[in-house]
């Protein structure tokens, strides 16, 4: 089976302003590295659908989701918080990326495809029950794993976040719930200021100190979350897939390169196949340097689609 790209033209109208690093030539950088790679044309493409409300309002308030639609601007920008803006297109272009979860979850449950990338944005680890927060809206990932539980009646998934910033709205959406184990390597001290303090039997956070390098980042994955995810079993895996700890990223100080990010990803294959049929959702989070995040996703890729 091919592996699943999601994606939709409306990832690219959501624009936060001149300047911004969350942007929509994020989108295009990956397609563009897809193509010159020559991985584009082998993945089995669909349209990101919008989430619905119910889809929504599993990991998200009513109040919040209300508050949300509210706040968009008929023209211009509107700021949530110093970092995240909405301009007249955002609502539709975050309807549309936790939609792409929702697809890539039903993709790999049916058996229609063995894993998936979401190519969309706005990200959404750092978005919580109430709040936007961190260039995000709604939360993606938690959208597709309360998907998964809730709509496909599944009782073990796993969360691996490998984003450079921690992801307190996963964190904080799932806290509670053992049914979700969620590994999350990020820099620290680092926005958003958390993470490091708040483990319990099925949230496993692995801070990293400025300017680790890939032997660490490695070290930490091999020894925190492998054995974990493998007495865990998973029943299927998420990945918050953020690429902003590549050392050519200046929105932080960790210094993996793309074979730090192949290799992961194949560690994280090895659980799939042993526990989950080798299901795997993926979906982009950060990653601000334009030709590394397309290289980076593109090894991501390369792994998952066994290419």
């Known amino acids: 089976m091919q592996t699943a790209y999601i994606s939709h033209p409306s990832c690219l109208l959501h624009d936060m302003g001149r300047g911004h690093p969350e942007c929509p030539a994020r989108i295009k950088a990956i397609e563009d590295q897809l193509i010159a790679s020559g991985l584009y044309p082998f993945l089995q493409h669909h349209d990101a659908p919008r989430a619905t409300p119910e889809q929504l309002e599993r990991v998200h308030s009513t109040a919040y989701l209300d508050a949300l639609w509210s706040a968009r601007p008929a023209e211009g920008l509107a700021m949530l918080d110093a970092d995240t803006w909405m301009n007249p297109r955002t609502w539709e272009a975050a309807l549309h990326a936790a939609g792409a979860v929702v697809l890539a ?3 790999v449950m049916q058996g229609r495809a063995e894993s998936a990338f979401c190519n969309v944005r706005p990200p959404g680890h750092h978005a919580t029950r109430d709040q936007a927060m961190g260039f995000c809206f709604f939360n993606n990932v938690a959208v597709g794993v309360a998907h998964a539980l ?3 009646g599944l009782e073990r998934v796993a969360v691996v976040d490998f984003d450079v910033h921690h992801g307190n709205g996963t964190e904080a959406i799932f806290r509670d719930d053992p049914r979700v184990l969620l590994c999350s390597s990020f820099q620290h001290p680092f926005y958003p200021y958390s ?3 708040t483990a319990n039997s099925h949230i496993l956070p692995a801070p990293l100190p400025a300017y680790t390098d890939g032997a660490g980042f490695r070290a930490a994955i091999t020894e925190k979350f492998i054995p974990a995810l493998d007495e865990f079993k998973p029943q299927l895996i998420f990945v918050s897939a953020g690429f902003d700890a ?3 990223d200046d929105m932080a ?5 793309e074979a730090d990010y192949a290799w992961v990803t194949q560690e994280i294959k090895k659980i799939a196949t042993a526990h989950a049929q080798r299901r795997i959702v993926s979906t982009l989070e950060g990653g601000y340097a334009l030709h590394a995040l397309g290289r980076s996703v593109a090894a991501h890729i390369r792994v998952l689609a066994d290419m």
Do not use: W
């Open 105 to 107: 979850t039903d993709l």
């Open 253 to 257: 100080s960790l210094k993996l390169v």
């Open 150 to 152: 809730e709509h496909h």
């Open 195 to 197: 993470g490091a303090e």
């Open 246 to 248: 590549h050392r050519e």
